[in-house]
């Protein structure tokens, strides 16, 4: 039996935390996805009315930051490149996504309006073409999660079973980033049940074996009279470093040749890669021309504004993060149809002559976050809060610098000597980094240790843990809220000690320790830790550093 090996305790526990979550949509029948629609009247909120949730959306885009424009910039039209007639329209729309790493709504530290992405902009967009009265097909190419772990996790069932469903996603492939979760979380997702199709498909990779009741190895999906059928890859380079057994996969190119001739009565057939440069690469060679669209695991950050080609196949970069999406119009052709059916029982659709248009799709301050998604963030926020860094498995770890610095002693400890700079600090943003999280953002993050990292002393950005010694709440460790002086200078304890007592040796050198030199770009390092082209994409250093300068050399002498 496939399930022999499943930790059903753990199972249950996910099934149980998904019913919390999602109103127990995980594991049982899918709800249906029109009375999630917040253009349907019939949607009611238990918590919170139309009018309240439509103001919060609007406070949402203007989370407090000193950067956010004063003016709504313009953007340019979408698909006026097309040149449609009045009325046309594509007979079908494939909506394509993928490499979302976790990104479901983008930092609005640096002001909302400077940044791209997010799942509610994404809403908004595909509500936008459907009030078009376009026929739309939303598909992804997978690696919706950033890593695996217990907020991870949370953060996968808000994002597939909820968010998901809600815009309509015909299929998803399985990337290098969901196969690091636990099997039995993964079975939950990726495997079809009675009552409750799932949206993952792999060709090549399987849980225990590639028995029938396994993940789907392809997708056809119909809609608008048209099948498209969906494929996607694991290429060897991402599954060597795999520590699950449970985890069965074969040779990619075998297995795509195994799927195309279920899909010989497709209309369009895409292929979605995860692999390294050259697996993808040999892929598209060997497979260009036998499907009309390749979606490459290798994509560059931002899609191209024109896509490239492979023979007749159009190469289609979804771009990181999902900051794009990327339309493709299909629209019938004048030319006879080059597929002809096979001519057996099974045959029952004439494929169709299709000629295909391309629009990048920048989720960007054009489109407004969707109140529905933002009841999702609502729900995930909640579980958070109520998980608390103990619930999510999060533990401090050693400082490094603590040999050299000590422990932390928090912002008011430093304020008695050095004054000036103090002033400095309180008429910053960083004086305000915690109460921006708190009481500012819609709804709040102080619960959540992605936004916690950036906005406390005592934290390990690159990987989202405290340092001992470290922020952990606000009860226990107040004097650590707001990016104070030790979450650049570091921990200061061994530096007030010295400075109450005589040993000028040790006073001097301690101080010196303390000191970020701007000559050396020891600041610059420290700040792009946060100021990173996810949270800060406009960071300029020497712009910065002007609005919080504090340069005190001869303090001591």
């Known amino acids: ?52 949730i439509e103001q919060e959306s609007v406070e949402q885009e203007s989370i407090e930051s000193e950067s956010v424009e004063s003016a709504l910039p313009t953007y340019p039209p979408l698909f006026a490149t097309w040149n449609l007639a009045e009325g046309e329209k594509p007979k079908l729309l494939l ?160 297995k795509i040749q195994k799927v195309l001739p279920k899909l010989t009565q497709c209309d369009q057939k895409i292929l979605i890669i995860h692999g390294s440069d050259n697996e993808v690469n040999e892929l598209i060679e060997a497979f260009a021309n036998q499907f009309e669209f390749i979606v490459p695991g290798n994509t560059v950050a931002e899609p191209p504004i024109q896509p490239k080609k492979a023979g007749n196949t159009m190469i289609v970069e979804v771009g990181k993060q999902g900051r794009y999406a990327i339309a493709i119009g299909l629209f019938a052709s004048q030319e006879p149809a080059s597929k002809e059916p096979l001519s057996n029982e099974t045959v029952s659709h004439q494929t169709q002559r299709l000629s295909a248009l391309y629009e990048r799709i920048p989720l960007d301050g054009r489109f407004d976050n969707s109140p529905t998604i933002l009841e999702l963030m609502k729900i995930y926020q909640e579980q958070l809060r109520e998980s608390g860094l103990e619930g999510l498995g999060i533990r401090p770890i050693p400082n490094s610098r603590r040999e050299t610095h000590g422990g932390y002693v928090g912002t008011q400890s430093c304020s008695d000597c050095h004054d000036t700079a103090t002033q400095i600090w309180r008429q910053s943003g960083h004086a305000r980094a915690w109460q921006s999280l708190k009481e500012t953002a819609i709804p709040p993050r102080n619960y959540d240790p992605e936004c916690i990292a950036c906005h406390v002393v005592g934290w390990n950005v690159s990987v989202l843990l405290p340092y001992q010694g470290g922020f952990l709440n606000e009860r226990d460790t107040p004097r650590l809220v707001n990016v104070g002086c030790e979450a650049c200078h570091g921990p200061g304890e061994r530096h007030v000690d010295a400075e109450k007592g005589a040993d000028r040796t040790l006073q001097t050198r301690l101080r010196a ?42 303090l001591f002498q």
Not at 5 to 30: D, K, W
Not at 189 to 202: A, E, I, M, Q
Not at 531 to 549: A, M, Q, R, V
């Open 95 to 254: 909506f394509l996504t993928g490499f979302l790493e976790g990104y479901i709504e983008p930092c609005g530290c640096a002001g909302i309006g400077q940044m791209k992405g997010g799942l509610g902009r994404r809403h908004s967009a595909l509500q936008m073409l459907e009030r078009k009265d376009w026929n739309v097909m939303p598909i992804d190419a997978g690696n919706l999660n950033k890593g695996f772990g217990l907020q991870e996790e949370l953060k996968f069932n808000f994002v597939i079973d909820e968010a998901y469903r809600l815009m309509r996603y015909q299929a998803v492939g399985l990337g290098s980033r969901e196969i690091l979760f636990p099997t039995d979380t993964l079975y939950l997702y990726s495997v079809d049940v009675p009552g409750n199709p799932k949206l993952y498909t792999s060709a090549n990779v399987a849980l225990y074996d590639f028995s029938e009741d396994n993940v789907a190895p392809f997708r056809i999906l119909e809609q608008a009279g048209l099948r498209v059928g969906v494929v996607s890859v694991l290429g060897d380079s991402l599954r060597q470093n795999l520590d699950n057994d449970d985890i069965v996969s074969e040779n990619v190119a075998a």
């Open 1 to 52: 039996m496939m399930m022999k090996n499943l930790l059903f305790p753990f199972g249950l526990f996910l099934l149980c935390l998904s019913f919390i979550l999602a109103g127990c949509s995980s594991g049982l029948p899918s709800p249906d996805i029109k009375s999630l629609d917040i253009e349907s009247p019939d949607i009611e909120s238990p918590d919170i009315e139309p009018a309240d």
């Open 513 to 554: 320790v303390m000191r970020l030199p701007i000559e050396e770009h020891t600041a610059q390092r420290h700040c792009i830790t946060c100021h990173d082209g996810d949270n800060s994409p406009d960071f300029d250093f020497n712009s910065y550093w002007e609005k919080i300068k504090h340069e005190e050399e001869n």
